[in-house]
């Protein structure tokens, strides 16, 4: 599986962006695919997963009701929708994918546990 990260840009507190992974390869569609955001200097935060079915969805407490994560099979893609933005959620956004993976799994939320990973965008928030 290869993803490919786009929709970074620089926003405006209070506005809105929407990131898209772009999954290639024949088993795309089976593999769970996370957001991560990292700043310099801390370690990677998972933001939102969605399963291969997109039917269960998780979120970081910080983005819960701000962000939301979606993912449509036929064009093998998901989506991150992120609105009322604030200077803290600028990072670099990172989508990763495990194929055959759970949400139900205990290290669900850890880096290691992705191995497929795209190459990042970068989301700048001005206040």
């Known amino acids: 599986v290869q993803l490919q990260a786009s929709g970074g840009g620089l926003v405006q507190a209070g506005g809105s962006l929407r990131l898209s992974c772009a999954a290639s390869g024949r088993t795309s569609s089976s593999a769970v695919v996370g957001w991560f955001r990292q700043v310099p200097g801390k370690e990677r935060e998972l933001v939102a997963a969605i399963t291969s079915s997109g039917v269960r969805k998780s979120y970081a407490d910080s983005v819960k009701g701000r962000f939301s994560i979606s993912r449509d099979n036929a064009k093998n893609t998901v989506l991150l929708q992120m609105n009322s933005l604030s200077p803290e959620d600028t990072a670099g956004y990172y989508c990763?994918?495990?194929?055959?993976?759970?949400?139900?799994?205990?290290?669900?939320?850890?880096?290691?546990?992705?191995?497929?990973w795209g190459q990042g965008t970068l989301v700048t928030v001005s206040s």
């Open positions: 990763a994918g495990r194929r055959g993976a759970s949400l139900r799994h205990p290290i669900y939320k850890d880096a290691e546990y992705y191995n497929y």
